[in-house]
């Protein structure tokens, strides 16, 4: 079917795809259904021209609170003549519709007024319903980490895992991979990994599509990110050190572009030691003005 935007790339009944980074998927079933519109002026407008030339009542589901991938949302519904709705997570909704909490689950801080440090900025987005409550023609699956309520949608023989998933450019171009709770993402590829048996076409969120063995390969890839950061993370806390010694020390010689991807991995950081410490593989201690992490001897 022809929906009117070109570069359309079509995963398999009436599913198709935007490419992008982020990716956007979209399902043409009773209702029309639009996963992530991603940023930027040129999608609002593809996106657009599909709900209008369908003309049917469309579900736009975010599946997490991150500027990129929902900052097209008011550029869409703004003057459309078709009844579009909105959708998240109920653990994520309140960072889809609140730019302050955001910004802050973000990037650690609520830094209003200082947008030019951060990488990317949306505006509010009014959300309709939660997906917890809705009964859908396409499914979602939680895979929380990478953000607390973030979900993967499964579409026909597709699933769209956003970023519970990086592409292989992106796990190389950055020093470790964003996600707010690294235990809890290794939790959602494990489930992943589970999800793309049975010959489904896998999305991540940033990345190519890939299929078969070589999504098995690209989950334990992430596996290995994860773990990897993990163990360095421990080594690094020793016999005792300070946030920004350990830090340094996962960022060795590697450059950071911007404040903005430097509180990106301080938050990753942070993270990871939140999950280590839930283990019992690192302990904390303040003493004085410092706070020290270390590796616990099991
Ligand atoms: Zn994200």
Redesign the pocket.
Known sequence: MDLGVKGLLELGDNVFLLRGS?STLIYNGDMLYIIDPGHGGKRAKQIKRVIERLGKPTMIIV??Y?S??LEAIPKITAGISVEARVAASRLDKPGVEHPEYRIGM?FGYPLEGAEDLLLFKAPAVRVDAVLEELSLEVETVPLPG??PG?VGVIAGNVIYA??AIFGERVLENYVFP?HRDPCRALESLKKLGGLIGDGRVLVP??GPVVSGSSAEELVNLNIKHIEEFLDRVAELAGEGSEFPEILRGLLGSATVQSPGHMMLLEQSLRGALACLARRGVVGVEVDGGSMEWRALNK
């Open positions: 982020p599946t997490h991150h990129d991938h973000t990478h953000t973030q956003a970023d964003y969120g940033h």
